[in-house]
C-alpha cells in the first residue's frame, strides 16, 4: 500500500540549534543557499498617457518617422516649460460635456481684464471656432481687426488662405478647431507682450485640456514660441514634431506672411504633407 508521506513540521528554534552544533562539530562551516523556483519577473506599472512626472521635460521631440522634403536631424532643444502646468490631462469628455466646458470658459474670458489696454481697446474677446472633438488644432498669434469685429479668428485675408490650405488637406473648416494665443486684440495689430501672452496662457492651457486634440499646428513664431516657450525661429523649428502634454505639434509660417512673401507658400504645403502623412491623411496627387 502507498503511503502519502507526512507534510514536514516545523522545527523549534531548540531542534535548530543542536542541528546547527552538531554540523559545527563536523567540520561545517558553510551552508549551501537553498535554490528558489525561478518566478516571473514583475511588468513594471506604467504611467497613465497622460500623466507628467516633475523629472521628466513637459515637451519632448518626437521624431519625424516620416520622409520629408525639408526633415532634419533629430534634436532636443526645449527645457522644461516654466509655467505651472497640469500633472495629468484629464479623461476626454463627450461632446456635450465639452461644448458646455468650452461655453463656461468662453464667458469667463469674455470678461477677462487681465490686460487693461486690451480690454479696454478690444471690440470683443475672440475664443475659438470649430469642432470641439478635433483631431487637429491651428493656433495662431491674436486677433486682427477683422476677427476682433466678427468675433471669430482667421476671417481675413489671412483666415481665407488658412481655409485653403486647410481645403487642399482634404479637409474642412469645421472639422478642425483654430484658435490664438491671445484672445484680444493688441492694438495695431502689434505683437502681443510676453505678460500679455502670460496672462492669456491659462485659457490657452485650458481650452486645449478640452479640447484634447491628437495634433496642433502653430502657425508663426509668436503661437510657437509662446506654446513651446522658445526663442527659436520659426524657420528652425520646422521640419520637426514635437510632443507637448500628447499633443504632437507641427509649426509652420503664418497664413499672413504667406500674403507678404508667396514663395513661402512651398514650405507650408510641405509641412502640411508631413502633417498629412502622420495623421494617415493620403493626399491627392
Known sequence: MNQRAAP????????????????????????PKPRTPDLPSPEPRSAPDDAHTPDTPALKHQSNQESSPHATAQRSIF?????????????????????????????EVSQCRRCAELATSRTQTVFGVGNPQPRLCFLGEAPGADEDRQGEPFVGRAGQLLTQIIEACTLKRDEVYILNVLKCRPPGNRNPRPEEAANCRDFLDRQLQILQPEFLCCLGSVAAQNLLETNQSIGKLRGTFYLYHGITIIC?????????????????????????????????G
Open 79 to 107: 527645457d522644461p516649460p516654466s509655467v505651472a502646468e497640469p500633472t495629468s490631462m484629464p479623461k476626454k469628455l463627450p461632446k456635450t460635456k465639452r461644448v458646455e466646458a468650452l461655453r463656461t470658459l468662453e464667458l
Open 8 to 31: 514536514p513540521r516545523s522545527r523549534s528554534p531548540r531542534a535548530v540549534l543542536q542541528q546547527l552544533e552538531s554540523l559545527a562539530q563536523a567540520g561545517v562551516k558553510v551552508l
Open 252 to 284: 509652420t509660417y503664418h497664413p499672413a506672411y504667406l500674403l507678404r512673401n508667396p514663395s513661402a507658400k512651398r514650405q507650408v504645403w510641405e509641412d502640411m504633407q508631413m502633417l498629412m502623412a502622420r495623421m494617415g491623411i493620403k493626399l491627392p
